[in-house]
């Protein structure tokens, strides 16, 4: 596990030299991660169980100078996996896995989300602009990371795990624990008109997935809190 976050840091602190890092969103199960380093009120959040580290690309057109992000990857001892039948590619270590994200556009978009400047192409899928729609700085050690508010991390993490195959069942899960988590360290901070007031905005879709994950983990007594 040291390891694991040795290189983590190592990425990210290279990201930082090349001047990309503030410009990408961390999202997924190390959002948690960074969230027990930054919040005083985050002991109870459970520890790192992943090798996938995400990240959202989209604030990379701001980026007016190009940095192959491939390449620097690969001299730091990743092996490039290029998906061909979607055109996208992940980036393997035997100690993590890195994932570039976009947003899904209208009913989908055809392809991976292209970034020829950056030597990558990205993965679209479906919510992740909901995670842009509030984001805030972490500091974890000398790095500043950006990450989504952790409101909008829990309920996005309750609304996929309603979406997931069937198959993915302890996805699914994963993503439920550490939704409650998050929003029971939301609670503790006082924060529980964030979370009322972020729900309260959600499309009526949305907020029918996330009752039914609630209610599926015998959680309904925080429909009555949050709604």
């Known amino acids: ?6 290189l983590v840091y190592n990425v990210l602190k290279k990201l930082e030299k090349e001047g990309v890092l503030k410009y990408l969103i961390v999202v997924g199960g190390w959002c948690v991660f960074f969230y027990r380093h930054h919040f005083k009120e985050a002991q109870m959040l459970p520890p790192i169980r992943t090798r996938d ?15 192959d992000i ?3 990857l690969k001299e730091m001892g990743f092996i490039e996996d290029f998906q061909a039948s979607e055109g996208f590619v992940r980036f393997l270590h035997q100690d993590i896995i890195i994932e570039f994200l976009a947003p899904e556009t209208g009913r989908g978009q055809e392809g991976p989300y292209k970034l020829p400047g950056f030597g990558i192409n990205a993965q679209t899928i479906r919510y992740l602009n909901f995670l842009e729609e509030e984001i805030i700085a972490v500091k974890y050690k000398d790095l500043s990371i950006i990450v ?10 309750l609304i996929v795990s309603e979406r997931r195959p069937l198959k993915n069942i302890e996805k ?15 609670e503790n901070m006082g924060e529980i008109n964030k979370i009322k007031k972020i729900l309260s905005g959600v499309p009526r879709g949305w907020l029918k997935l996330i ?3 609630l209610v599926k983990t015998k959680e309904t007594d925080r429909l009555n809190r949050y709604l």
């Open 53 to 67: 580290i995400e990240f959202d690309v989209s604030r990379l057109k701001k980026v007016f100078h190009k940095v």
């Open 148 to 157: 989504p508010h952790p409101a909008i991390f829990a309920i996005h993490k």
């Open 172 to 186: 699914s899960a994963n993503d439920v624990r550490q939704a409650l988590a998050v929003l029971d360290m939301l």
């Open 70 to 72: 491939s390449a620097t």
């Open 211 to 213: 009752k039914s994950s």
């Open 1 to 6: 596990m040291s390891d694991q976050r040795e």
